[in-house]
C-alpha cells in the first residue's frame, strides 16, 4: 500500500506555515502542533464565526444554513454545543458501548467466508450509517438512505437538507427519544429552536462525521492486511485497543484542514496575518510534527503519550468523538477476537488533490478477504 504520505514536512520545519491556494485565495496553514494549539484557544483572533467556510474551499453551494455549532464562536457557540452535548456523550454509557461492539462483531463475523468483498463500500460506509442510527436513536433502516448519499452527504450526496426537514416534521407528529425529537423539543435561551437552528445544527452532524471515520476504518484494515504483525501484535493484550485507535486516528488524520477567519491582525509564529484574511487549522501536519511524535511517519500502535489532535482542540474538539472513537475500538476488538489475517487484493486511495498539495486521505476501494 503506498503509505500516508507528509505533504507538510518540509514547511513544517523550514516555517511552520505552508500558503495554500483554494480558488485563488491564499489561505496560511499552520502546520505545528504548538501554534496550532495556541491558534484554536485564541478565537477572538481566529474566529469560526464564519458561515459556509468552516473548511477552506467554500460550502456555499453545497448547503442553504449556517452549521450549528461549529460555524460559532463564544458565547452562542458554548450556549448551542451544550444543548447537543449530551446527545453526543452516549456513546460512552455502558449499555450503548455493548451494543455498538455487538452490532461490529456481527458484521466482522459476516466477513469470515474467505470470499472477496469491497471494504469502503460494502464495509466501512454501511458500518458508518449502522453506527450513526444507533447514535441518532432512530431506525437502522435510515442508515439505506444514508448509505445511498455515498461517502460524504454533502460533496456526494443529495437531498440532505429535504431529508432532515423531513425527519423534524415526522417527529413533530411522533415524538421520541430519537435525536430529531430532541431538537424539536430542546430550548435555548428560554426559546426553542428555530427550524433553521436545527437543520443547522443536523446538518453538521450528517456531513461532519461521515467520510472521516469511513477513511480512518478502510485504513486500519489495509494496513492490518498490508502488515500482519500489527494484527498478531493487537491480540497479545486488550491495551493495545484503546492505544491502537489513538494512533490510527492520529496517522491518518482525515480531515485536512479547519479554518478560520481573522477579524484583526494577527500572528502565528513569527508570521503575520493580515485582517479579513483566513487561516487553515491542519491537523495531519501537526499530527506528523517531528518535535512532538517520534517515527511520526510510523504506525506505533502502542504509542504513549500521543498527544495527538485528530479529533481537534479547544472549545471545537469534536462533538463526535466519543462516538468515532467507540467505532474504531470496537472494531480493533473484533479484529483482534476473530481475524486471524487479511488479504489485499486490490485498493485505490482516496486522494486531495489541491494546487499547493496532495493528500490521502483513506481509500475509494479496497478489495480483500477476511480469514
Excluded at 500500500?1 to 500558503?19: K, N, T, V, W, Y
Excluded at 463564544?74 to 452516549?90: A, C, S, W
Excluded at 455487538?102 to 458508518?128: K, T, Y
Aim: net charge negative; aromatic share 10%; hydrophobic share 35%.
Amino acid at each position: 500500500m503506498p503509505e500516508h504520505l507528509d505533504p507538510f514536512r518540509e514547511a513544517r520545519e523550514s516555517s511552520g506555515l505552508q500558503i495554500t491556494d483554494f480558488n485563488g485565495e491564499q489561505i496560511p496553514f499552520v502546520l505545528r502542533l504548538k501554534d496550532l494549539r495556541k491558534t484554536v484557544k485564541d478565537w477572538q483572533n481566529f474566529s469560526s464565526d464564519h458561515p459556509f467556510k468552516v473548511v477552506p474551499h467554500s460550502e456555499e453551494h453545497l448547503r442553504t444554513m449556517r452549521q450549528i455549532p461549529i460555524e460559532m464562536d463564544p458565547p452562542d457557540h458554548t450556549d448551542y454545543r451544550g444543548l447537543v452535548e449530551p446527545f453526543f456523550k452516549r456513546p460512552t454509557q455502558t449499555e450503548y458501548m455493548l451494543e455498538m461492539a455487538e452490532m461490529i462483531h456481527v458484521m466482522v463475523s459476516d466477513l469470515l467466508d474467505g470470499n472477496e468483498f469491497e471494504a469502503v463500500h460494502e464495509f466501512a460506509l454501511p458500518l458508518q450509517c449502522k453506527a450513526l442510527a444507533l447514535l441518532l436513536n432512530v431506525s437502522e433502516s435510515e442508515a439505506e438512505v444514508w448509505k445511498s448519499w455515498g461517502l460524504h452527504a454533502l460533496t456526494e450526496g443529495s437531498g440532505l437538507e429535504d431529508y432532515t426537514a423531513e425527519q423534524f416534521a415526522k417527529a413533530e407528529k411522533n415524538p421520541g427519544d430519537d435525536f430529531f425529537s430532541m431538537l424539536n423539543d430542546v430550548e435555548c435561551r428560554g426559546d426553542k429552536l428555530t427550524f433553521e437552528e436545527k437543520q443547522g445544527i443536523a446538518n453538521v452532524t450528517f456531513a461532519g462525521g461521515k467520510d472521516t471515520v469511513i477513511n480512518v476504518v478502510s485504513s486500519i484494515i489495509v494496513y492490518f492486511a498490508e502488515h500482519p504483525e500489527s494484527l498478531k501484535f493487537l491480540k497479545q493484550d486488550e491495551k493495545y485497543i484503546i492505544t491502537a485507535c489513538e494512533e490510527f486516528v492520529r496517522y491518518v488524520s482525515p480531515l485536512t484542514a479547519i479554518s478560520r477567519s481573522c477579524p484583526h491582525a494577527s500572528n502565528v509564529g513569527n508570521h503575520e496575518i493580515a485582517p479579513g484574511s483566513r487561516i487553515g487549522l491542519c491537523w495531519p501536519s501537526a499530527n506528523r510534527d517531528g518535535s512532538v511524535f517520534k517515527n511520526p511517519d510510523q504506525v506505533i500502535l502502542d504509542r504513549t503519550p500521543n498527544p495527538h489532535i485528530g479529533f481537534g482542540y479547544g472549545i471545537h474538539n469534536c462533538l463526535g468523538a466519543p462516538q468515532a472513537r467507540l467505532i474504531i475500538r470496537s472494531l480493533l476488538k473484533a479484529f483482534s477476537d476473530l481475524v486471524s489475517r487479511i488479504e489485499l487484493i486490490s485498493y485505490e486511495p482516496r486522494v486531495e488533490r489541491e494546487k499547493s498539495f496532495v493528500r490521502q486521505v483513506g481509500y475509494d476501494s479496497a478489495v480483500v478477504k477476511v480469514y
